[in-house]
């Protein structure tokens, strides 16, 4: 099968990712967008959305109850609305740009999906060959930079919609995007000053990031969480900001911009951008994963390689080690921890009150950056002293 794909011709491969990430992000950032109703109701003590059925579903015993209660089948009512639902377009907006903005929003929340492994399998050297659409040498930078055009999108549609909450809305994403993405790339480059050995080959590839968190000892094993807890936390702080999930969401802000930059979309539109910010949110914590916490190895000093040897001398089972089920088991590792980083968001969203926009400058310029530096300064000249 894998043969077959290989020898299909570059377009036609291309295509084929391109439908699979679309296949993958869209009923995920669908599944996340429940889970927050979900998950918002659990914190305030009440049920949530447990009502919507298929009636032929409602005649199935047990399993058609617990799903109306989880709220599955609301999913799939909200996909099927927004679908299905009237396009309003005002009659004060730039229509062309108006009708681009949404569609801008996705373009860089699914091309950084491509350069971020998911997986591994091991190969009949016994060496680890990570699973993603892209494997380039500059993963990181690539995530990076094309995630830093999405801005653009809340620009255009702030500007587009010839208002002035929209305006307003666009105005501060982009300075809170510009803000936050300074500190942001410092937090990381401590994490890959110390896998760039001296005299080695360098690298800005997220699997060698993971591959590093693999290698035998206690450095080598030990996830960049405990090694670098400052990192993790100012790239976790600034991945709130550059999502724009609260207390970071001024550029939206109900409470006094109406709905900021989208304030005057509705149905299929609308819904595009939230379809991009969800996706945001699970490439940021899938890269988050990668980076500090080990990715798909299951626990700190136990790299996926031992874990496997374990299954494999505790059941004798042949699969435990066929390339197929060590990939699907790696996947699965990885998802769980991308999904506690997404239970993570929504816990915050639900618990802490938004800033206020002079704070929010103010943390990002005058706090954030300055640790940042102090951080990079910090572990700069301790990698320097360790691989002197």
Known sequence: MADFFFNLHPVIQGLLKGLAVILVIFPLAGACSLAERKVSAWMQGRPGPNRAIV??????P???????????????????KFLFKEEPVPGHVNKLYYVLAPALAMMPAFATVTVVPFG???????EAVPLMLANVDVGLLAVFA???????????AGWASNSKYPFLGGIRASAQLISYELSLTLSVVPVFLWINAPGTPGTMSLAKVVEFQSLPGFWGGAWF??????????FLVALFAETNRLPFDMAESEADLVGGFHTEYGAFKWSLFFVAEYSNMLVGSGVFALLFLGGWNPLPWIPLADFVGWLHHLTGA???????????????????????LIFVFMWVRWTVP???????????????????????????????????
């Open 146 to 156: 094309v995630s830093s055009l999405g801005v653009y999108s809340l620009i255009l």
């Open 62 to 80: 047990v399993l058609g109850r617990f799903l109306q209660r989880l709220g599955v089948f609301h999913l799939i009512a909200d996909g099927a």
């Open 225 to 234: 969480l405990f090694l670098m807890p400052l990192s993790a936390f100012i």
């Open 55 to 60: 009636p032929w579903f409602a005649y199935v």
């Open 120 to 126: 591994a399998y091991f190969n009949a050297a016994g």
């Open 318 to 340: 042949a699969f435990t080690v066929h390339p197929l089920f060590v990939g699907l088991l790696s996947i699965a590792i990885f998802l769980v921890k991308i999904l506690g």
């Open 354 to 388: 938004r800033f206020r926009y002079d704070q929010i400058m103010k943390l990002g310029w005058q706090k954030l950056l300055p640790l940042a530096i102090a951080n990079l300064l910090f572990y700069a000249l301790a990698i320097a002293f360790i691989q002197k």
